[in-house]
């Protein structure tokens, strides 16, 4: 018990010592030692490295969950190391409902085939969208709290450390210019014709004790010193290992990068099959002048991107009434070589990406290659009649750049 409270007001007695250094040096009453250039720019790139980190890690995890309430509740899993149970994606259950959905109107009605047509494909969507969440989180979210809670951690408790250290070495600094200046003072010389001797014996008896407190003041200061540059040292090979930390980094970039660019490269094909599927189906929607549906799913995000830019002129569809007297046939139903192209409404067309034809109704493309366009009567606004040579078949509006 003696020995802790020695112990304890030890502690105390440094801890005093170096608050008022700190605060002598914030009030500039005090000297500070200052690090090396090539020390302070490993301190400012490291602290760069932990704030970059933690937005990116926050912000990728807004990415992978937009839910906030699904990620506090995956965070309390990890901090009680417990195993997140498994979610649902947004896909997946839209999948859910659109098959109980087709199950309700009748699998055999049109509508209901195309429920589940549509329904599969959001679930093979949500399960793309799980495998990217699981490898983007394994390859590169756990890499980056991995460093802020490990690497970073070590590394902020040395440069404490460290901070401590050099409040000591100035600490002992300063003791020892004052038990210098004192010594000066008590060494200068006597006056020997002092009446009263004892004054002379006490001042040769002071200038004793402040040789004796800087010796001991110099003591502690080259200890202070060789604690300081030692701490010094191992705060600096943990800094230079930050070049580490961007390389483990840069790799797990990539492996994010291409995780993404696969989960975007399958939903796109799983919406290129849709797309080809929903045209085979019997009882094809036919559109009509008032009609608001969105382009199809085969549109790439140029084409989207396009789609939403400087307005492109179109080529107008006339209405058809399916089922009325003397209306015109879907466009459907019609063999392509029977049609003919109507006398005025024709135009010119580039092809903006490669199309594979789904059946022989439809005619292949051919990205930057032109052709003729034009539309008939009851005919879908997404398609267009092509014609390229003595080639015609129906072609997708959002594959096409129509001229003026």
């Not at 460093?147 to 409040?167: A, H, P, V, Y």
């Not at 020997?192 to 001991?216: G, M, Q």
């Not at 030692?230 to 930390?245: D, F, K, W």
Request: hydrophobic fraction near 35%; charge should be negative.
């Amino acid at each position: 018990m003696d020995f802790n409270m020695k112990k304890l007001a030890s502690d105390a007695g440094v801890f005093f010592t170096r608050a008022v250094q700190f605060t002598e040096e914030k009030l500039g009453q005090a000297e500070k030692t200052e690090l090396d250039a090539h020390f302070e720019n490993l301190l400012a790139r490291a602290d760069n490295t932990k704030n970059w980190t933690e937005k990116i890690l926050r912000q990728t995890e807004v990415l992978l969950q937009p839910n906030p309430s699904a990620r506090v509740e995956e965070f309390l899993y990890e901090k009680l190391d417990r195993k997140v149970p498994s979610r649902v994606t947004n896909g997946e259950l839209l999948a859910q409902y659109m098959t109980e959905a087709a199950n309700d109107f009748g699998q055999g009605t049109p509508y209901g085939k195309t429920l589940i047509k549509v329904g599969e494909t959001q679930r093979r969507l949500g399960g793309a969208e799980r495998d990217f969440i699981h490898s983007a989180s394994i390859n590169f979210l756990s890499p980056l709290r991995n460093f802020l809670e490990g690497d970073w951690r070590t590394i902020s408790k040395e440069r404490r450390i460290l901070q401590n250290r050099r409040l000591d070495l100035d600490a002992c600094k300063a003791r020892l210019k004052k038990a210098k200046a004192a010594e000066a003072k008590a060494a200068a010389v006597p006056d020997f014709n002092e009446t009263r001797p004892r004054n002379y014996i006490l001042s040769a008896s002071a200038s004793a004790l402040w040789s004796d407190e800087v010796e001991k003041a110099e003591h502690e200061l080259r200890m202070a010193q060789t604690e300081f540059d030692r701490q010094a040292e191992v705060t600096r090979l943990l800094l230079e290992g930050i070049s580490s930390t961007h390389v483990n980094h840069l790799r797990c970039l990539h492996e994010f990068a291409e995780a993404q660019a696969t989960y975007y490269a399958q939903c796109y094909q799983y919406m290129l099959d849709l797309q080809k599927q929903l045209g085979r189906l019997p009882g094809t929607f036919v559109g009509n002048v008032e009609s608001t549906s969105p382009p199809p799913a085969t549109a790439s995000p140029p084409a989207l991107a396009a789609a939403t830019g400087p307005t492109v002129p179109t080529i107008p569809v006339v209405p058809t009434v399916v089922g009325a007297p003397n209306s015109a046939p879907a466009v459907e139903s019609l063999n392509p070589t029977d049609v003919k192209p109507p006398a005025s409404g024709t135009r010119k067309a580039r092809v903006l990406y490669d199309y594979q034809a789904a059946d022989s109704s439809e005619l292949a493309l051919l990205a930057d290659e032109m052709i003729t366009v034009y539309s008939l009567p009851g005919m879908d606004p997404d398609w267009l009649i092509g014609e390229r040579g003595n080639q015609k078949g129906k072609v997708p509006v959002t594959y096409l750049e129509l001229l003026s």
